[in-house]
């Protein structure tokens, strides 16, 4: 029996062999101590690589967010932010629920907000109004497609805070992806926001991880935030030591990860009743509409799945996929194989 392609996120990543190895030979400390040097080396290593002053480990992309946001603001304070935003849709309220503060979204095209935009919603000083204290970003933007943030109005939003005494993050989980894309480097990116958070846990392939960067002071309020979520994880070496294996080994090939998902897409492209935005596939998402009358997203995803091709249905008539490191050349040609005989009874 064939094994199913599964396509539905590449958080579905599992840790290769040299990683399983690099894991179990971890040299470890007590975390909370300050004393795990391979956590300390993970931290320094992607602090460097992102240009900030230092950085913190924590287990996943969320946490990495919500303790930037508590460590950025206070409660009552309004982050604003781009409509379609994980923080916004996919991390449970925390923002409310755990800093006591309300978004304010705004709608992008592909995920893209502009400073433009952003001017007019900037609070001005009245008791009546929430304090506007930060403006948060992703790149690349997981709901519009894995779209890539330009960074000429990263700047440009960055210049804006600067002017406002505002602070901005970056939710850069796949900003590995967007680095690799467009041959800008981490740094770069990362100036033009105070914290960044990234994942080792998706295309990286790591089991678990994420991390937040910023100057020293931003990650010593953050390091307390990590403690208040019980984020302090001791022996956290054995963890750190994926996280490490996959910045060191894993980057560069998600150039193959992009190549893969843009032939998916332009298969999906020349098939009847699906309709795709090929200028918004620019990394390792996507996303297209499924538009025949005679089958809905959720349908088409399930004949799919039957037929060994796992998606995921993002609405009734759109579906996601994600191409990660688990999918080679071959994958592609029977998951085109498997569109070409579900769209047949279109």
């Not at 952003?118 to 930060?134: A, C, G, K, N, S």
């Not at 070496?237 to 490490?244: E, H, K, V």
């Not at 037929?307 to 040609?333: F, K, P, Y």
Request: charged share 20%; net charge negative.
């Amino acid at each position: 029996m064939k094994r199913s392609i599964d396509l539905r996120s590449d958080t579905v990543t599992q840790p290769l062999p040299e990683m399983r190895e690099a894991i179990a030979h971890a040299v470890v400390g007590d975390d909370v101590f300050g004393e795990d040097p391979t956590v300390n080396d993970l931290q320094e290593t992607v602090a460097a690589l992102l240009g900030k002053e230092a950085g913190l480990f924590v287990v996943s992309g969320t946490m990495a967010n919500q303790v930037a946001i508590n460590a950025h603001t206070q409660p009552g304070d309004e982050v604003i932010c781009e409509y379609n935003a994980h923080i916004f849709n996919y991390e449970g309220g925390a923002p409310a629920l755990l800093s006591g503060v309300q978004l304010h979204p705004l709608p992008g095209v592909h995920g893209v907000i502009t400073a433009e935009q952003i001017e007019p919603v900037i609070r001005p000083f009245d008791h009546h109004y929430p304090h506007t204290q930060l403006i948060a970003i992703e790149n690349t933007h997981n709901r519009a497609g894995g779209t890539i943030f330009p960074i000429e109005e990263m700047k440009k939003i960055y210049e804006l805070a600067q002017k406002y005494g505002l602070a901005v993050h970056l939710d850069g989980a796949r900003l590995w992806n967007a680095s690799v894309a467009t041959h800008i480097p981490l740094a770069e990116y990362a100036k033009y926001a105070d914290s960044v958070s990234v994942c080792f846990s998706k295309g990286l392939g790591a089991p678990v991880g994420s991390m937040i960067a910023g100057s020293k002071e931003f990650i010593r309020r953050a390091h307390r935030y990590r403690k208040v979520y019980g984020g302090g994880m001791r022996q956290a070496g054995i963890l750190a030591a994926g996280a490490l294996y996959a910045v060191k080994n894993n980057v560069h090939r998600l150039a193959e990860d992009h190549a893969r998902a843009g032939r998916l897409a332009a298969a999906l492209a020349a098939f009847d009743g699906i309709r795709i935005d090929l200028k918004a596939v620019q990394t390792n998402i996507v996303i297209f509409e499924v538009i025949s009358q005679k089958i809905s997203a959720p349908e088409f995803v399930d004949r799919c799945g039957e037929a060994g091709v796992l998606m995921l249905a993002i609405g009734t008539n759109r579906v996601r996929l994600v191409v990660h490191l688990h999918i080679t050349d071959a994958d592609v040609e029977r998951t085109i194989a498997v569109f070409k005989q579900v769209s047949a009874d279109f």
